[in-house]
Nanobody, 120 residues
């Protein structure tokens, strides 16, 4: 089993910044892509950003130019730097990881989520 623990959420004013972190721990063999998703009240969970093990990234159109995803493979940690935050960025943000175990079976894990609220 792999556990994902997010941190860094909170309340911020419009135009402000936050940095989310997600650390993976447990029986890690190989972590592949890691990503951030978010879910606002009454809406479906949506992809925010994803990063492969080699550093390739992809972003939702709504966050391009404002958010940056990065990872530290040595620490099994993924980050999301969020700048120029807008009220519509308010949501619970979830970390996700694709993992391959020692038997080469693919697995997918979710964190517990961290609340981000953008409000004046």
């Amino acid at each position: 089993q792999v556990q994902l623990v997010e941190s860094g959420g909170g309340l911020v004013q419009p135009g402000g910044s936050l940095r989310l972190s997600c650390a993976a721990s447990g029986s890690i063999f190989r972590i592949n892509a890691m990503g951030w998703y978010r879910q606002a009240p009454g809406k479906e969970r949506e992809l925010v950003a994803i990063i492969t093990s080699t550093g390739r990234t992809n972003y939702a159109d709504s966050v391009k130019g404002r958010f940056t995803i990065s990872r530290d493979n040595a620490k099994n940690t993924v980050y999301l730097q969020m700048n120029s935050l807008k009220p519509e960025d308010t949501a619970v943000y979830y970390c996700n990881a694709d993992h391959t175990d020692r038997r080469l079976y693919p697995q997918n894990y979710w964190g517990q989520g961290t609340q981000v609220t953008v409000s004046s």
